[in-house]
C-alpha cells in the first residue's frame, strides 16, 4: 500500500482522504502526513523525512484534513512504541552492546536470563529475546506458564540452539519455530503483502543494505504463520497469536539499527491493537461521553497532572529522543542539548483545553472500548501500589541508561490508566480517572487498577482446530506404532493396551473434549493442553521399538568429512561410525563442485584438499570389509561453488575447474552471467561435449572402482526466481533457435506459449541426459544401481523453476532409486509438505523412495519420529543427510536396526527376499494382536483375510527362494487381491485405528512396489554378478574436445 496519496482532482483529493482517515483509526500506530492529500494538482521533489513533531497531523478549523503546505511530506511512515510494557531478556549475548544501541529510544526493562521467573514477568506485556541462544528447561516452562496468562513474545536470532533437546522442543513450539539454516548471502527481507500483514510493510524499506545474518525459519505449528519472505521465497519471519520470530540476529549490525528497531516497534503495535481489537465492549457498555459526542471518534481530552519540565505524551510517543532510555524512571528524558523542544516540552503541544474534537479523532474507537473494558473489568494479574511521585527531571540532565549488568530492572509502577498511550500521537481519553477530582500537585500514593494481558485470547477457529486433532491423531499412531513394534521385538504377544497408556489417553481425552472446549471459549486451556499434549506424545516412544527392517539406510558421506578424515586410517573411524548406525548404503561425495576427490584422467584436476591419496579407493574398500554398498555421488551440471572457493585457495568469483578451461561451456542467464543466485555455477546440458565429458568421468569411475551404484545429484538447470532465468548456454540457444526459430533471450514470460516451450526444451535437455546415463551404465556395468538426489517441489514449480522432471526419469526406468531432499525438523510439515507431494508422483512406479532426513539440528526424539513417519509411509528406506552430523546418540538409535543376517537385505540387490522379509514382519504384528484380541476383525471377513495373508506368504516364500517370472506374476496377483480387500476386511478395525490400517496398506503398497522393481530390474540386472572392473582409461580426450558448434555472435 502506498505511503503518499496525491490527488489528480478535487473528487479524488476527497475519497483518498476518506480513506486515510479510515486507515489512521484502523492503524492508531501509523503517523502519515496529511500534506501528500492536501497538497493537489502538484509535482514535488522527493519529500525528505521531517523532524517528528512536524510529522504529526494538525488539525485546523475544527475539520480533520486541512492543506498544510508548510509541512513537508515524510519519506515514511513515523512507527511509535505502543504503552505496552516491556522487557527485554540478557544473557551475555556478544552483542549486547549493540543491541543496547539498536533499543535507543524504546521504553523497556531489562531481566537476567538466570532471574526469568513468574515474579520478574509479573509487570511485563511483552517479552523481548534478541539472539538469545541458550535456555534451561525450567526458564522454558517458566515462559510457557506467563504465555498462557497472555504474555507476548518477540524472538530473534537462532533462538534456542545451544539449549538442551526438551528445553529446545518446548521453545519452538512456544514460538511456533525454529532456525533450521543460515542464509548464504545478504537478503532483503520481504512482507507478506496481504492486509493482515501491513504492520509489517510499514517498516522503512533500507534499499541500500541487506540483512547478512539470517537464516531460513521453519514453522513448528499448525497455526503458525508467515510474515516475510526472503527473496528466493524461504521464510524470514513467522508469527502466532502469542509470538513473533524475526529470522535474523537483531541488533548486531550498526548500519541496520534504525530498521531492525522499526521492526521492533511495529511488532508492538501490531500486538497491541490485536489486544485492542479483541477487547472491544458493546455500545451499551461504553461511557456516556463517547456515545453522546457529537463525533464518536472524537473522545474527550485526558486530563493530567504535569509539572513544568515533564515531556507531554504527544512529545514523548512522538519523538523518540526525548524517551527515557532507563525505564526505572519514567519521567527522565534524553538530553536534546539546542533543541527549542527540549527547552520547554511542553509549549510544542496543545494543551488539554485548546486540543479541538478534530485533533482528539485521531484515537480509535477500539482503545476508548479497550480502556473501558479494563476500567469494568479488572484482571487478574496481581498489582502493586505506586510509590510517591519523584521530582521531575531537567531535559538536559543526564540519562540513567540500562545497567551492563545482566540484572532485573523493575519499572517504577505507574497509573496504567495515564502510562498506556495511544498509538496515534493524540492522546486519547483516561476514562477511569474522567470523573474524578483534579489530581493536586503535591505527589500522593495511588491504587494502581490491575493490568490486562496485552496478547488477546484469539478464538480456535474450525481451520485450526482440524490441523490440531489431524497432527495429534498422526503423532498417536506413530506413537501405537512404535509401542507395538517394540513389543513384538522384546518377544511378548503384544498384550498392551496402548490406550491405556498415559500419553496416549491424555491426547485422546483432549480430543473428545476439544470441540466442547472450544464451544465454552476456553481457546487458552485447548492450545495450552494441545501443546503439552503432543510434547508428552513425542517423549512416549519406546525403547527398542527402532527395529530390524529390510529397507535402505543410506547416508550422505561429505566432502569435508572426507577431507576432515585426511588418510585411510581416518577414514576408517568414520566408516565405523555409519556401520555402527547400521547404514547399507553410502553416498560418497564423488565429485564435488567440478573436483573429483580421486586422481582423475578426464577431470582437468583432483581436488586439492585430497591430493596424496585415493578417497574413493579407499572408500569402496572400506564399505565392503563392512558389509555395506558404496555408491559415487557426483554433482553432474553443477561445477562451482562461489563458497567452496576459499577453502581451495581460489578467489570468490573462480567458476571452477571445468569452465577455467571450457567456458564455453558455461550455463548463462538471460545477459550472460554465469554465476546462479545459489552461487554456483552449471553446464549447459544442451552441450554434446559437456554430456561427453560427464559421461566419460562417469565410465572411469565405474571401470576404474568397484563402486555399487552412481548417485546423482545437481541433476538440473540452476535454480531460478523471477529476473533470473538459466539455460542460455551458447549451445542451448542455438538448439533453440534453429528448432523454432526464435532466440530465447528474446522470450519473457508474457509470451505463454514460446516461455512453455523455451521451458519445455531445457527440461528435455536434462532429461535425455539422465537416459543417456542409464543406457552408458548398462552397457559398462549393468548391476549398477542410478539413484538421484531431486528436490520434492510440486511438479508444475519444480519444472518452472529446476527444469527438473524426475517423473519422466522413473517412467522410462532410467533410475532405481528415487532421493528426494525431503529436509524437514518438523515432523508434520516433513510428511505434508515434503514427502506427499514427493510420494505421489512414484505411485506403483518400479523405483523405490527414499526420503532425505536432514538430521543436522534434529535431536534424539525428532529423529526417532521422522524415522518412525518414513517406515510407516510406503517408502524403500531412508536417506540420513549427512554423515558429519551422525552423533553419538544417533548411533545409539539406529543401531537397533541392525540384527540378523536376514534382516540386512538391501531391497535393491535382493528384492524379492526383501518383500517376503517385510511381509513376514507384517504379518507377525497381525497375529500378535489377534492373539490378545486387539484386532477387529470377525466372521466372514477373519476367514477370507486370514486365508489370503497364507496364499500371499506362500507366494513370497517360493518367489525368494527361487525366482521367475512366472512365481512373480503369482505373488503379484496375491498381492492384488490382499490390497483391494484389505479396506473391507477392516472395516471395523478402521473405525477405531485409521492410522494403523493406513500404515498396514502403506507397508503392502511398498511390498508391491519392492515387486515392481524386481520385475523390472532382476532378470536382467541383478543376474550380473561375475563383472570386474576393468582398469581402463577409455574417454574423450580433453585437448580434443572443442564444441562441434563453433560460437555464434548472437
Not at 521531517?50 to 480533520?64: A, E, I, M, R
Not at 540484572?407 to 495511544?422: C, I, L, M, Q, Y
Request: aromatic share 8%.
Amino acid at each position: 500500500m502506498s505511503r503518499r496519496y496525491e490527488a489528480q482532482s478535487s473528487k479524488n483529493s476527497n475519497m483518498a482522504k476518506l480513506v486515510l482517515a479510515v486507515l489512521i483509526a484502523c492503524t492508531p500506530a501509523l503517523i502519515v502526513n496529511e500534506a501528500a492529500i492536501g497538497q493537489t494538482n502538484k509535482t514535488t521533489s522527493p519529500a525528505k523525512t521531517t523532524d517528528s513533531t512536524d510529522s504529526v497531523l494538525k488539525p485546523n478549523s475544527g475539520q480533520f484534513f486541512q492543506q498544510q503546505p508548510d509541512v513537508q511530506v515524510p519519506a515514511k511512515p513515523v512507527i511509535t512504541q505502543p504503552s505496552s510494557r516491556l522487557a527485554v531478556v540478557r544473557n551475555g549475548q556478544s552483542s549486547w552492546g549493540e543491541i543496547v544501541e539498536t533499543l535507543d529510544g524504546v521504553k523497556y526493562t531489562t531481566i537476567a536470563l538466570d532471574n526469568l521467573s513468574a515474579a520478574s514477568l509479573e509487570n511485563v506485556d511483552v517479552l523481548f529475546l534478541p539472539n538469545l541462544n541458550a535456555m534451561t528447561t525450567a526458564q522454558v516452562k517458566v515462559l510457557n506458564d506467563w504465555i498462557n496468562a497472555g504474555g507476548y513474545v518477540i524472538a530473534t536470532g537462532t533462538i534456542g540452539s545451544a539449549a538442551q533437546p526438551e528445553a529446545r522442543m518446548n521453545l519452538r513450539s512456544l514460538i511456533g519455530g525454529y532456525w533450521s539454516s543460515d542464509l548464504s548471502k545478504s537478503s532483503h527481507v520481504l512482507p507478506r503483502t496481504s492486509p493482515e500483514y501491513y504492520w509489517a510493510q510499514q517498516v522503512p524499506e533500507i534499499s541500500s543494505q541487506k540483512i547478512n545474518t539470517g537464516g531460513v525459519l521453519s514453522p513448528t505449528l499448525t497455526t503458525t504463520r508467515t510474515v516475510a519472505f526472503w527473496p528466493d521465497n524461504r521464510i524470514a519471519a513467522l508469527q502466532t497469536n502469542h509470538s513473533l520470530y524475526l529470522g535474523w540476529q537483531w541488533g548486531n549490525a550498526q548500519d541496520r539499527q534504525e530498521y531492525d528497531r522499526m521492526w521492533l516497534l511495529s511488532a508492538l503495535s501490531n500486538q497491541h491493537n490485536q489486544y485492542n481489537q479483541q477487547n472491544q465492549v458493546a455500545s451499551s457498555d461504553r461511557p456516556e461521553s463517547a456515545l453522546t459526542s457529537a463525533n464518536p471518534l472524537s473522545p474527550t481530552p485526558e486530563t493530567e497532572t504535569r509539572t513544568e519540565n515533564t515531556p507531554t505524551r504527544k512529545q514523548a510517543i512522538s519523538n523518540p529522543t526525548n524517551v527515557p532510555v532507563n525505564p526505572t524512571d519514567s519521567t527522565s528524558t534524553r538530553s536534546t542539548s539546542s533543541s527549542s523542544t527540549a527547552a520547554n516540552p511542553v509549549t510544542n503541544n496543545p494543551t488539554a483545553s485548546t486540543r479541538t474534537s478534530s485533533d482528539r479523532s485521531r484515537s480509535s474507537q477500539a482503545q476508548i472500548n479497550n480502556r473501558a473494558s479494563r476500567a469494568a473489568n479488572p484482571t487478574t494479574r496481581k498489582s502493586a501500589t505506586s510509590p510517591a511521585t519523584p521530582p521531575s527531571r531537567s531535559p538536559n540532565e543526564p540519562v540513567n541508561r540500562p545497567s551492563p549488568t545482566p540484572t532485573v530492572t523493575t519499572a517504577k509502577p505507574t497509573d496504567r490508566s495515564r502510562t498506556r498511550h495511544p498509538l496515534s500521537t493524540r492522546p486519547s481519553p483516561n476514562l477511569s480517572n474522567r470523573n474524578r477530582p483534579a489530581q493536586p500537585t503535591a505527589p500522593v500514593a495511588r491504587v494502581i487498577e490491575p493490568p490486562a494481558p496485552s496478547v488477546p485470547v484469539l478464538p480456535v477457529n474450525t481451520l485450526e482446530a482440524i490441523s490440531m486433532r489431524r497432527e495429534l491423531k498422526e503423532i498417536m499412531g506413530r506413537v501405537e506404532n512404535a509401542i507395538i513394534s517394540a513389543e513384538i521385538a522384546k518377544g511378548s504377544k503384544g498384550d498392551i493396551d496402548t490406550s491405556k497408556i498415559r500419553e496416549i489417553a491424555a491426547a485422546d481425552e483432549l480430543l473428545k473434549e476439544m470441540s466442547s472446549l472450544v464451544q465454552s471459549g476456553k481457546h487458552t486451556e485447548v492450545r495450552s493442553r494441545y501443546r503439552q499434549v503432543r510434547q508428552d506424545l513425542l517423549s512416549g516412544y519406546p525403547d527398542g521399538f527402532f527395529t530390524p527392517l529390510s529397507e535402505v539406510r543410506a547416508i550422505w558421506l561429505d566432502r569435508g568429512t572426507i577431507v576432515a578424515a585426511g588418510s585411510e586410517q581416518g577414514l576408517a573411524q568414520v566408516f565405523d561410525r555409519m556401520a555402527e548406525a547400521g547404514v547399507n548404503t553410502v553416498f560418497v561425495e564423488t565429485i564435488n563442485a567440478g573436483y573429483p576427490i580421486y586422481p582423475s584422467g578426464i577431470a582437468p584436476q583432483q581436488n586439492p584438499l585430497t591430493r596424496g591419496w585415493d578417497p574413493l579407493a579407499a572408500s569402496v574398500k572400506l564399505a565392503h570389509e563392512r558389509n555395506m554398498e558404496l555408491h559415487a555421488w557426483v554433482w553432474v551440471f553443477g561445477v562451482g561453488n562461489k563458497r567452496h572457493n576459499p577453502l581451495v585457495g581460489k578467489p570468490v568469483s573462480y567458476p571452477g575447474p571445468v569452465l577455467e578451461v571450457y567456458p564455453q561451456w558455461a550455463n548463462k542467464n538471460s545477459r550472460g552471467g554465469i554465476f546462479a543466485p545459489e552461487g554456483k555455477t552449471f553446464l549447459d546440458p544442451a552441450n554434446p561435449q559437456v554430456q561427453n565429458y560427464l559421461v566419460s568421468l562417469y565410465r572411469e569411475i565405474a571401470t576404474r572402482y568397484d563402486v555399487d551404484g552412481l548417485h546423482l545429484d545437481y541433476i538440473r538447470q540452476p535454480r531460478q526466481d523471477p529476473g533470473h532465468n538459466f539455460g542460455y548456454g551458447t549451445v542451448a540457444r542455438q538448439k533453440f533457435q534453429a528448432l523454432t526459430g526464435v532466440d530465447p533471450v528474446s522470450i519473457n514470460q508474457n509470451n505463454r506459449s514460446l516461455w512453455w516451450m523455451w521451458t519445455e526444451f531445457r527440461t528435455q535437455q536434462v532429461s535425455q541426459f539422465v537416459n543417456l546415463v542409464s543406457t552408458e551404465m548398462d552397457q559398462v556395468r549393468p548391476e549398477i544401481v542410478i539413484s538421484a538426489a531431486v528436490f520434492p517441489f510440486e511438479r508444475v514449480q519444480r519444472i518452472s523453476r529446476l527444469q527438473q522432471n524426475w517423473e519422466d526419469w522413473v517412467a522410462r526406468g532410467d533410475i532405481d532409486l528415487l532421493v528426494p531432499m525431503t529436509y524437514e525438523q518438523d515432523t508434520t510439515r516433513f510428511l505434508q509438505q515434503r514427502v506427499q507431494p514427493a510420494l505421489s508422483g512414484v505411485a506403483r512406479s518400479p523405483v523405490l523412495f527414499l526420503p532425505g532426513v536432514m538430521i543436522k539440528g534434529l535431536d534424539d526424539i525428532e529423529l526417532l519420529d521422522q524415522l518412525q513417519a518414513v517406515r510407516d509411509l510406503p517408502s524403500g528406506g531412508y536417506s540420513l543427510f549427512a554423515a558429519e552430523y551422525l552423533s553419538p546418540s544417533f548411533r545409539t538409535i539406529l543401531a537397533r536396526s541392525k540384527a540378523t543376517a536376514e534382516n540386512q537385505i538391501v531391497p535393491y540387490r535382493k528384492p524379492f527376499a526383501a518383500a517376503e522379509s517385510r511381509y513376514a514382519a507384517l504379518e507377525q504384528e497381525w497375529q500378535s494382536l489377534l492373539a490378545s484380541d486387539r484386532l477387529w476383525v470377525r466372521g466372514e471377513s477373519l476367514t477370507n483375510w486370514q486365508e489370503q495373508s497364507e496364499q500371499l506368504s506362500q507366494a513370497l516364500a517360493e518367489l525368494s527362494a527361487q525366482p521367475s517370472a512366472e512365481r512373480l506374476d503369482v505373488a503379484m496377483e496375491a498381492l492384488d487381491v490382499m490390497i483391494v480387500n484389505m479396506p473391507d476386511w477392516m472395516r471395523l478395525e478402521n473405525l477405531r485405528k485409521p492410522y494403523l490400517v493406513n500404515t498396514w496398506a502403506n507397508r503392502l503398497a511398498s511390498i508391491d512396489t519392492i515387486l515392481r522393481y524386481g520385475d523390472r530390474t532382476y532378470f536382467n540386472k541383478m543376474q550380473v554378478t561375475d563383472h570386474q572392473a576393468e582398469p581402463t582409461n577409455r574417454g574423450v580426450d580433453l585437448s580434443k574436445a572443442e564444441p562441434a558448434i563453433v560460437e555464434a555472435e548472437l
